[in-house]
């Protein structure tokens, strides 16, 4: 049985930071690109980046360029958000995602299977 299961996060002053983190477990993690994506209250869940399996790529939305990073420890099958310079609009649901479909657009929520429970953050302004 796959799991992820997403921890860190919680509330922060805009400007602030906060680090997530997504332990895999059931699957073969050192094979998957991992991603990130989060969803704001009445909106749909949106990218926000991607790491491929061996760290050597990244992939950011634009609105998060410069302030994200993601990151990955095979090892420890984990995957890390760190997000810093945190705006009131970072504020969501972040869920942690692997991406099951191979060759295809690393954006699109709907190339991953496995998908993590969550993880409620909130910036304030």
């Known amino acids: 049985q796959v799991q992820l299961v997403e921890s860190g996060g919680g509330l922060v002053q805009a400007g602030g930071s906060l680090r997530l983190s997504c332990a895999a477990s059931?699957?073969?993690?050192?094979?998957?690109?991992m991603g990130w994506f989060r969803q704001a209250p009445g909106k749909e869940r949106d990218f926000v980046t991607a790491?491929?399996?061996?760290?050597?790529?990244?992939y950011y939305a634009d609105s998060v360029k410069g302030r994200f990073t993601i990151s990955r420890d095979n090892t420890k099958k984990t995957v890390y958000l760190q997000m810093n310079k945190l705006k009131p609009e970072d504020t969501a649901d972040y869920y942690c995602?692997?991406?099951?479909?191979?060759?295809?657009?690393?954006?699109?929520?709907?190339?991953?299977?496995?998908w993590g429970q969550g993880n409620q953050d909130t910036v304030s302004s």
């Open positions: 790491i491929n399996w061996n760290g050597g790529n990244t």
């Open positions: 059931g699957l073969t993690f050192s094979r998957y690109t």
């Open positions: 995602a692997a991406k099951t479909k191979a060759y295809t657009d690393y954006e699109s929520r709907n190339d991953y299977g496995y």
